[in-house]
């Protein structure tokens, strides 16, 4: 068992995980990794280091299973399914082993459930939190309704993630790959 707590933050784009990590990373206990700090070396590069890490909390935005959420998010812009396993088989074995998602959400129903930030949000709370409901963490980004220049509105995405660390709850760990797989072909976005 490694000593570490490894997280991965997630969210739209907008939400901007990597700016969340790499301010929540300066607190005491928590180490950010990201794939910003360390330029063009991907997610294998990233996960080789979080590996590594020896305190308390490791934060990334790299995660590994990013391959199989671009391909549902493809697969159900264009409707095809196909695109989803396609994706599958190009990611092979995860790099890396995360044991919890922070997913930063306001709980807004989002563009559409074609937008493909409405169809990420539905990848992580909708697929992986139904296969490991302890194991991912919705994290409002900050006050609702509030309009916060986007440095401030990192901060605050930050404490909240930091907030979130301190009370992770115990659960069973994230399933397999296939298992994930299995979940996600039997899920339509937009169904509870």
């Known amino acids: 068992m490694r000593p570490t707590t490894i997280v991965v933050v997630a969210g739209s784009s907008a939400a ?25 070396g991907g997610t294998r590069v990233v996960w080789a280091e979080l590996e590594r890490v020896q305190s308390t909390y490791a934060i ?18 264009e409707r095809r399914l196909e695109r989803f396993d396609a994706a599958a088989l190009e990611m092979g074995a995860p790099c890396g082993r995360t044991d919890f998602y922070l997913v930063l959400d306001d709980g807004s129903p989002g563009a559409g459930l074609d937008h ?7 990848w992580y709370l909708g ?11 919705a994290v409002p980004p900050g006050a609702p309704g509030a309009a916060l220049a986007p440095e401030a509105a990192v ?7 930091l907030g979130r660390l301190a009370a992770l709850p115990a659960g ?20 509870a």
């Open 127 to 137: 697929v992986v939190a139904r296969a490991a409901p302890s194991r991912v963490v």
């Open 155 to 161: 901060e605050v995405a930050a404490r909240c993630v």
């Open 116 to 122: 493909p930030d409405t169809l990420r949000r539905e």
């Open 60 to 77: 990334t935005e790299a995660d590994p299973l990013e391959p199989l959420c671009q391909g549902y998010v493809d697969a159900w812009r």
């Open 172 to 191: 069973p760990e994230l399933p397999d790959t296939s298992e994930l797989l299995e979940l996600a072909r039997r899920r339509v976005p937009g169904q």
């Open 16 to 40: 901007a995980p990597a700016a969340v990590v790499a301010a929540a990373g300066r607190a005491g206990n928590v180490t950010a990794v990201s794939r910003e700090r360390d330029g063009e």
